[in-house]
């Protein structure tokens, strides 16, 4: 049986291996996730993952157009989660995880889940707009919710620095 110094120690590395994923997509919502899984880190212990996924360029007739606009697609992902590691590593302290999958944002971020056990929580916002809270959401919360291997924080999109920092 682990003393108590043994159990307090397990407690302090298992907050220090906890991992906030963060979808990185291109709604305004984004930054509120982004800066909830911020605060979580900083206060509560962990690191932030960082996931884009580049949606496929589709049917291109030249296959080196194809090849070109992919290449495109991965340099201006690369440069969007090298300007938001600066912002996280200035809010945690730490270097963000980057991820950049290529597919459709649901299938690539569930098969993500399946593989990287490193991730400890998913963290979305909802939309603001009256048209539900954002198909990502939507998928994980209704068809897609028994394939989700990790809890799901789902922060309201309309929430501004000072409420984040009262309910992180």
Known sequence: MPNSEEAAAAATQAKRDRVFLVVVDDS??????LRYACLRARKGGGRVALLRVIEPAG??????VGAMMAEEAREDAEKLLSSLAIEVN??????????????????????LLEEEARIS??????STGSSGPGPLISALTGRYASRLRVPMTIVPGNLDDAELERVT
Request: aromatic share 2%; glycine share 10%; hydrophobic share 60%.
């Open 28 to 33: 305004p919502e984004r930054a509120v996730a």
């Open 59 to 64: 049917i291109v007739e030249w296959a080196g």
């Open 90 to 111: 200035a809010i945690t302290g730490g270097l963000p995880i980057l991820l950049i999958r290529e597919g459709n944002a649901r299938d690539a971020l569930l098969a």
């Open 121 to 126: 929580i998913l963290v979305l916002a909802s």
